[in-house]
């Protein structure tokens, strides 16, 4: 992954629970919203395969990356289907220290202060606060008082309405996930309006980073 890449559209989306089927679909409608980014989660069903599967799809146009990961076992899944960054819930020590040792951008979870900074401090790229809709923008305000240097990807109630107030309050990325990416929506085929909600997301970005 390359970092400075995504900090120019530091928008990540995150699928979970998809299936074979659904993924030659969901990555062209990915890649025609605009969007640049995506993680498959490890709890879900065959989830290297479906990495592989979306690698291949996707042919280059888009960095493709695991999130969930929780164990070495799951990291090395991840790696070898061909993943090429990192996303925990929270920070797991062990994969934090392959992925540092290895040039593996990781994006450990954390939410309290003293989370956030032992994970920036153990090497993450960015870290993901998490679950950033119960605590919203003002939060990550606060939390860039003392840590203005520390990297934060908000991860949660992420909307074109609240897109705006997270990066102007100091996050640095946003992720977003079962709001757009719903079963519902995907089993009933409506990648055309998967694709439009992720288009009005780099929108709403769009119209805040030219403030």
Not at 46 to 65: E, F, H, K, S, W
Not at 74 to 92: W, Y
Request: proline share 6%; charged share 20%.
């Amino acid at each position: 992954m390359d970092i400075n890449r995504f900090n120019e559209l530091p928008i990540l989306g995150i699928l979970r629970g998809i299936t074979s089927e659904s993924v030659e679909p969901l990555t062209e409608a990915v890649i025609s919203s605009g969007l640049r980014t995506i993680e498959i989660t490890m709890n879900t069903h065959d989830a290297p395969a479906l990495i592989r599967q979306m690698i291949d799809v996707a042919g280059g146009r888009l960095t493709i990356g695991a999130g969930t990961v929780l164990s070495l076992k799951s990291l090395h899944d991840a790696l070898e289907a061909g993943a090429t960054f990192i996303v925990m819930p929270t920070h797991v020590p062990e994969v934090m220290e392959y992925c540092v040792k290895n040039s593996i951008p990781a994006f450990p979870g954390a939410l309290t202060p003293q989370e956030i900074y032992n994970a920036w401090n153990a090497g993450a790229a960015m870290v993901k606060v998490f679950p950033a809709k119960f605590f919203g923008p003002s939060y990550m305000k606060e939390i860039k008082g003392p840590f203005q240097d520390i990297k934060l990807l908000a991860c949660g109630g992420i909307t074109p309405e609240t897109i705006g107030p997270f990066f102007s309050s100091g996050a640095d990325a946003v992720a977003f996930g079962g709001g757009v990416f719903s079963k519902k929506r995907i089993d009933a085929g409506e990648f055309s309006l998967i694709e439009q909600e992720i288009a009005k997301l780099i929108s709403a970005y769009g119209r805040t980073a030219l403030l």
